[in-house]
């Protein structure tokens, strides 16, 4: 077992990561032609994706030791999170504003650089999950440093910058989130303490 890593994916693994994805990418492409403004609306749900799909993986990562059916699923919904991510970076960067230079113009140098910093670690971490075939020492502190940014990132995004029904979102996702990592911790306490009776 290698819980860093992909390993003997199977079928069903990955349709269950590919259909969640292509559900909500399909709605938040779709959706917004039904509303007034579609290229708006086509970015805002694709973060909304991303946050549907960023949200098991984040979960099932924190338990990816248990079992390596666990840590692939974890990896699966990372990298579709990853390419929900990407769809909404284009439509936000490309389509809404006029390029990087204006992006970093409208949404102020603060918040590009953070999203854009999240693109780049979050896209360098997947082709690292994804083609290193030897266990690093390093890499899972790697991928745990892009997890937590990235949770910080869209808790804080979501929670903080937004409101009405996005922040309910982002509640959702800190709270489930959040309960997973308490519910890890105390499993390993617990763990701890039967080993040592």
Known sequence: MDPERPVDITFGQLTLAFVSFAAVIVWALLQPEFGPALDLGRTKLTIWATTFLLTPALVLYLFRSADQRVANLAHLF???AWLAFVVHAYWAVFIIFDGVADTFRKMGIPISSVNFLLVGVWTLDVLLLWTLRRPRSWLWKAQLGTRVFAFL?????L???????????GLAFATIVIAALLLRAWSHVRDDRTQQA
Do not use: D, E, Q
């Open 153 to 157: 990132t869209f808790a804080v995004t």
């Open 78 to 80: 990372w990298l579709f």
């Open 159 to 169: 929670v903080a910058l937004r409101g009405g029904t996005v922040r309910m979102l």
